[in-house]
């Protein structure tokens, strides 16, 4: 069974930064990609960004590309979020997730895992 925590989160001001940590355990994650997504009250579960495992390409949405790195630590099982210049649109629910897949995807549907997620909240 995969178990995701997430860390890191909390309310800092606009212009600020924040990293998130996710703490993955109960497999080996060679070849899956690890997933950031955000969500707010009344809406969709949001990509974020998105990293393969093994071979560390990335993925980011438009809306957080050259904001926020996504990155991970294989000998800790640890994937981070780097966000930099944070702004109140980026208040949300951050989860981590999995997908057991060598390809990155941007769906949420297509991830297998979830962690609990954890809040940013960003003020004005």
């Known amino acids: 069974q995969v178990q995701l925590v997430e860390s890191g989160g909390g309310l800092v001001q606009a212009g600020d930064s924040l990293r998130l940590s996710c703490a993955a355990s109960?497999?080996?994650?060679?070849?899956?990609?690890m997933g950031w997504f955000r969500q707010t009250p009344g809406k969709e579960r949001e990509f974020v960004a998105a990293i393969n495992w093994g071979r560390g390409r990335t993925v980011y949405s438009d809306s957080v590309k050259g904001r926020f790195t996504i990155s991970r630590d294989n000998a800790k099982n640890t994937v981070y979020l780097q966000m930099n210049s944070l702004q109140p649109e980026d208040t949300a629910v951050y989860y981590c997730a999995v997908d057991q897949s060598i390809v990155v995807v941007t769906t949420a549907s297509s991830y297998d895992y979830w962690g609990q997620g954890t809040q940013v909240t960003v003020s004005s």
């Open positions: 109960g497999r080996t994650f060679g070849s899956y990609t």
